[in-house]
């Protein structure tokens, strides 16, 4: 499955920050299909519940590049907002209601008729595992959506919504990074290797913050050598260090700079040694390897 999914997603979270016109936007999905990122990453929620909105006008500029794309989409968070008068308090919501209305608002918004996955967006405490068994159901024999995922589940959730569904989960979609380590600690990362499901690594960059490691940190210091080394940038780095494990991670990447992410695509090129692999796992938790 993780093989019809571009090794790098493009993250559209921020479209907001981007300040871009619709037909910028499309100029921007094209290239970044021109360098082999066919997978985008939307969310009912992002920018304000507008995301998907935004997405779709600008594919509304360039419809040949809907057939392109790979789109995933996620449900299941409400936010308090005045987009949603009726919310008093932010929650969760996995009803079999939610998750289909979710979805068909998601897929009107774009301007789609298929999402290509929908992901549960965060772990939900009242989570009936049938009912959303039954809207996975419902979406899949619509043809609204091909396939289904997760995003923050932790291994034991996963296991509990995957042992009610007629078909495997696709995906997790996590927080991975040089910033933030713990799924190759908690199991997430094993059973994704066991389930052969993709892994999706959220803020691959630390949201930007990886950018600002202080040059006399350990950290800094590692991504300073093996980038003299290996002649790449500190994100580079830090993409490749998540392409080298065998579970098969996909980095969703968040920048709207097309030089930049010019840049990460060019980090599938950069193949780390183990050693260089732990030494910057060394340098991120600031400790050595037991
Ligand atoms: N499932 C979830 O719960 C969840 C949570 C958060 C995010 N996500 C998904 O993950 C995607 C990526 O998250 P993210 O935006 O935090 O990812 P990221 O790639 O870690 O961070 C991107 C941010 O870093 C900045 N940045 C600074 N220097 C950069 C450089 N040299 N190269 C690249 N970026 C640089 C970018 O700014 P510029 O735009 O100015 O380059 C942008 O603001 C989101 O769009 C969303 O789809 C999912």
């Not at 389930?195 to 960059?205: E, F, G, K, N």
């Not at 006399?216 to 590692?222: D, I, K, T």
């Not at 968040?254 to 695509?265: A, H, Y």
Request: overall charge negative; aromatic content about 6%; some cysteine.
């Amino acid at each position: 499955m993780s093989s019809e999914f571009s090794r790098l997603i493009m993250g559209v979270w921020r479209i907001g920050d981007w300040a871009m016109r619709p037909a910028e936007v499309a100029d921007l999905i094209e290239a970044c299909l021109d360098l082999g990122i066919d997978t985008f990453d939307l969310a009912d929620i992002y920018n304000g519940y507008q995301c998907e909105a935004m997405f779709g006008a600008a594919l509304a500029t360039r419809p040949a590049l809907k057939p392109r794309l790979k789109l995933i989409s996620k449900c299941g968070i409400a936010l308090v907002t005045p987009a949603r008068p009726q919310h008093r308090v932010k929650h969760y919501n996995t009803s079999r209601a939610h998750i289909i209305a979710s979805a068909e608002h998601s897929l009107q918004a774009i301007g789609v008729e298929q999402l290509d996955l929908l992901l549960i967006h965060r772990p939900d405490p009242l989570m009936d595992a049938d009912e959303v068994a039954e809207a996975f159901a419902a979406l899949k024999q619509a043809g609204k959506v091909k396939a289904f995922g997760v995003s923050n589940f932790l291994p034991h959730q996963f296991e509990l919504l995957q042992s009610r569904l007629a078909e495997p989960l696709v995906a997790n979609q996590i927080e991975i990074s040089l910033l933030h380590t713990a799924p190759l600690f908690d199991g997430s990362l094993d059973l994704a290797q066991r389930q052969r499901t993709m892994p999706q690594a959220w803020s691959p960059l630390g949201g930007g913050r990886l950018s600002s490691t202080p040059a006399e940190s350990a950290l800094g210091r590692v991504l300073q050598r093996l980038g003299d080394e290996l002649h790449a940038t500190p994100e580079q780095l830090a993409i490749a260090w998540l392409l080298r494990h065998p579970a098969r991670i996909h980095p969703v990447v968040g920048s709207g700079k097309l030089q930049r992410i010019r840049e990460l695509v060019a980090a599938q090129n950069l193949a780390l040694d183990r050693q260089q692999w732990f030494e910057l796992l060394e340098a991120a938790m600031g400790r050595e390897m037991p």
